[in-house]
């Protein structure tokens, strides 16, 4: 148990780590090119495939593989005092996690795809690009719908199995709640959802991390008795 309350706790931070890098990346270093025409703008993607392919591997893939060991530290967690929330929350985790992998993937062969028409065909390279984006936003960034129900179940759970800090449960449920809203298309929902998901991996990877020792400690207390 010990040894997966800190690999979650690992997981998390390291969630926290790529939201930020993906916040400052787009933010303040990538500037996608306005106003060109489709050669040139399959041009700009075509010299900077490898940095976007990289990208879609660690905001999609890597993000997945971190997250699916942060359901299972956390369903261990919450499990034997919350089982039947903590089953439903675990599911909707599960079916994030793989709907964040499958962004990632699909993304980086679209892109892929859409490069090597464009040399052909740039108008048909670009109806192409538009699908493979719509389908990715779709699953993994336009709407947060699954991954806040899992934050919101989870952190109920937690709150009735009084595990982890009390403010970081009603935090983690404004937060999946905010998730459920980007069901309306609006910029700013995605934006706090994405915001907040950073403070809440940083704090639950400091938690997972200090308290792992001693919540194995009261497990095999319960254990004995």
């Known amino acids: 148990m010990n040894n997966l309350q ?45 940095t976007l392919s990289l990208l879609n591997l660690a905001m999609y893939v890597l993000f997945g593989i971190f997250l699916a060991v942060l359901v299972l530290a956390l369903y261990q967690r919450v499990k034997d005092r919350a089982p039947t929330l903590a089953q439903l929350a675990s599911l909707f985790g599960i079916v994030w996690v793989g709907l964040v992998i499958a962004s990632g993937m699909i993304a980086n062969i679209g892109l892929e795809a859409a490069i090597e028409i ?3 065909d740039p108008e048909q390279a670009m109806t192409l690009l538009l699908i493979i984006n719509t389908i990715v936003e779709a699953l993994g960034g336009g709407n947060e719908i699954v ?3 899992w934050v919101l179940l989870l952190s109920v759970a ?34 706090v959802f994405g915001l907040g998901q950073i403070l ?6 400091k938690v997972l991390l200090v308290d792992s020792a001693q919540f194995s400690g009261a497990r095999d207390v319960e254990g004995i008795r």
């Not at 935090?171 to 910029?187: D, K, N, Q, R, S």
């Open 158 to 191: 937690a709150l009735r199995a009084n595990e982890l800090p009390k403010i970081l449960n009603y935090l983690g449920m404004f937060i999946g709640l905010v998730g459920i809203l980007t069901l309306y298309p609006a910029e700013i929902l995605t934006e």
């Open 118 to 120: 464009s040399a052909k």
């Open 6 to 50: 800190k690999m979650g706790g690992v997981a998390a931070l390291f969630e926290a780590v790529i939201y930020i890098s993906a916040f400052v990346f787009f933010g303040a270093i990538w500037e996608y090119p306005a106003n060109v025409n489709a050669v040139q703008e399959f041009t700009f993607l075509s010299d900077n495939q490898l």
């Open 147 to 149: 991954g806040g129900l």
């Open 200 to 205: 809440w991996f940083a704090w639950l990877g």
